[in-house]
């Protein structure tokens, strides 16, 4: 059975950080291009940052110079480190991972950030 289980949300308040992490089960990260998405009440789910098997990273541009993502292929696991929060940060963050070559991609069950004023 494969799981995405996310952990590290919270409440913060703005100009603070929070460090996300996904711990896979059920399958090998080093397969897989992972990437952390979010999604505010009422809006639709979003790329927050990505990084793929080789460690090539890319971000939303509303998040460069904040964000990290990370991966730590032998302990299967993914972080999103995020300082200078701010309050339209807040959302339910996921987890995603999306193999390389087939058609398999999963996700978490999501964390909830929130980011007070």
């Known amino acids: 059975q494969v799981q995405l289980v996310e952990s590290g949300g919270g409440l913060v308040q703005a100009g603070g950080s929070l460090r996300l992490s996904c711990a896979a089960s059920g399958i090998p990260l080093s397969n897989y291009r992972m990437g952390w998405y979010r999604q505010a009440p009422g809006k639709q789910r979003e790329l927050v940052a990505a990084i793929t098997s080789s460690g090539t990273t890319n971000y939303a541009d509303f998040v460069k110079g904040r964000f990290t993502i990370s991966r730590d292929n032998a302990k299967n696991t993914v972080h999103l480190q995020m300082n200078s929060l701010k309050p339209e940060d807040t959302a339910v963050y996921y987890c995603?991972?999306?193999?390389?070559?087939?058609?398999?991609?999963?996700w978490g069950q999501g964390t909830q950030v929130t980011v007070s004023s």
């Open positions: 995603n991972g999306r193999h390389n070559w087939r058609a398999y991609n999963y």
